[in-house]
């Protein structure tokens, strides 16, 4: 089976200078450094963990022209998501969000058997699966060919290849154009945006709709959620950034939501600056609400570094006090942010004795960097830790529910982001 990769030596890329990667300024603000990290996807068999690995700067940049947020690319990006680790699927709450997208969109778009929906970075088929029983055609872009292959299983047509303006040509060529454009959290992790960007201009039917669903740095920001912060993801966006991408790709915003996953994200709706398609107020509401914060400025994006340093102090304090105390602790999941979080703060084995996960491609091997072993869930009821870690905390209403039963022992919880906090299941709704 092909299982996770990622672990050969990777093309790196040495550039002196970072041009802005939607509007071509020259980029030397920094956002936040988090120092030196490996790739967050890159785990590790046991025979890897002798060998030297590959670190790479998180040093995550802001531009003072357009202030996109945004990450060099140091590895090739095609070298990341060739062979990836993700499964939407394993996340039963995200599955959920995705059903709902599908049945709301295809009411109000009108969604039947002679339309397209096409997905860019389609994953699984989390999301296109859903389409299936409403009779309306779907095609997923997907450059993962192990995680398209789940897709096709499932019966969704899927090409494994990277979206751009060559892949959008091909499709035109072959007579087909997109009533819907689909981009979950896919924008953050595309190399040439720009590329990207107007390869979706070329797919979309005149009056078709795209919507991109993305972090909000609002969120971010304001939430400490520097671990979402890897090398996977070289963009951050603001609505007022996504705004002028619209714009110079000659789009228009005419809606926005915003929505609970990922610790908060916006859906954005794209339509062509040409269709007769109404902007909602929603629109306007937002780019006043993003200029009051201060998103037109740089000191707000110069502020968030401090606030970094001081979550990281006090995690570790509060993971120094309870080690001393004699507590056991053991993580919950082994995403791409529990990474970050993990290297950033220097929490290794001798705080957390392993980690388990939902998704069976990585049992048995071990976190990057850290080489925290990865193991079934069902290590945790083998050894009854006082203190279970949850890293991916943007699921941590799920994880508790599923995991209510670490009460039996006496077993809490500790959210890490956007501060410390415990909870414990036997007293607390999470
Ligand atoms: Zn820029």
Known sequence: MNVVATTKPHDVRFEKTHLCRLCGHRVEDTFVDLGMSPLCESILSHDQLDAMEQYFPLHVLVCRNCFLVQLREYVNAANIFSDYAYFSSYSTSWVAHAKSYCEMISKRLGLGRDSL?????SNDGYLLQHFLPLNVPVLGIEPAANVAEVAAQKGIPTRVEFFGTAMAEKLVAEGRLADLIVGNNVLAQVPDLNDFVAGMRRLLKPEGIITLEFPHLQRLIEENQFDTIYHEHFSYFSFVTIDQMAVKHGFKLIDVEELPSHG?????????????????KAVADMISRERDLGYFKLATYASFAEQVHRTKRQLLAFLIKIKDEGKTICGYGAPGKGNTLLNYCGVGKDFIDFTVDRNPHKHGRYTPGMHIPIHDVSAIDAAKPDYVLILPWNLRREIV???????????????PIPEVEVI???TQQP
């Not at 670490?406 to 959210?415: L, N």
């Open 401 to 415: 529910q599923q995991m209510r039963r670490i009460s039996d022992w006496g077993g809490r919880f500790i959210v």
């Open 117 to 121: 929906v096409v997905e860019l970075a």
């Open 424 to 426: 414990d299941p036997a």
């Open 264 to 280: 908060g994200s916006l859906r954005v709706y794209l339509a062509h600056q040409a269709s007769e398609r109404r902007v909602a």
